[in-house]
Nanobody
Framework: QVQVVESGGGLVQPGGSLRLSCAAS????????MSWYRQPPGKQRELVAT???????NYADFVKGRFTISRDNAKNTVDLRMNSLKPEDTAVYYC?????????GGQGTQVTVSS
């Protein structure tokens, strides 16, 4: 059974930092491209960052220079380090695993940036 579980969300002040973590089980993790998506309140889900099986990374323009995605194939985890957080970063953040037409996602973790 495949499980993708996000953790690390919470309330943080503007300018603060937060680290999200995603643990995947039931898949050959090292073969999957891993991504973080987010869905702000009242808006559509959007891609935040992706890390390939080779470790190459891509970021949405709105997080470049502030967020860092990383993976640990030994632990089957992918992290999203978020710095300089803004109120507009408030969203539910989702982890996603993709290999060809195989797609798996988690239930999400809430991040709220507010003073």
């Amino acid at each position: 059974q495949v499980q993708v579980v996000e953790s690390g969300g919470g309330l943080v002040q503007p300018g603060g930092s937060l680290r999200l973590s995603c643990a995947a089980s039931g898949i050959s993790f090292r073969l999957y491209a891993m991504s973080w998506y987010r869905q702000p309140p009242g808006k559509q889900r959007e891609l935040v960052a992706t890390i390939t099986i080779g470790g190459n990374t891509n970021y949405a323009d709105f997080v470049k220079g502030r967020f860092t995605i990383s993976r640990d194939n030994a632990k089957n985890t992918v992290d999203l380090r978020m710095n300089s957080l803004k109120p507009e970063d408030t969203a539910v953040y989702y982890c996603h695993a993709r290999l060809g037409d195989r797609n798996y996602g988690g239930q999400g973790t809430q991040v709220t940036v507010s003073s």
